[in-house]
């Protein structure tokens, strides 16, 4: 648990389905974390396991999706006084994810 890595994957929906009123988010990150270095069979695993979870939340308003960018979390940044989330902070969201492109 000591070498474990946070990555998030982009997704973006290949075409959508035709609903009434509001029909879903263009993009989704799936979000998910493994020891596993990138591009080895158990990191593949763990990331397709997380792509389809997102993909199945999705599927209501997707018909398909594109895998894009692949992130590893590099670090945390505190968040500054000017930004708006400023407002929305707690004693544990005082910070936020960096994430680097692999």
Known sequence: MKD??????????D????????????????????????????????????????FEQQSRYWVSYTVGKLFVQSGWEPISVMSPEWEYRTAATMSHAVWKEV
């Open 15 to 54: 075409g959508k389905k035709e609903t009434t009123g509001w029909d879903g988010f263009d993009e989704a990150n799936s979000f998910f974390s493994t020891e596993a270095e990138p591009t080895t069979p158990a990191f593949i695993k763990v990331m397709r396991k997380a792509i389809k979870r997102t």
């Open 4 to 13: 474990e890595k946070y990555y998030r994957v982009e997704l973006q929906a």
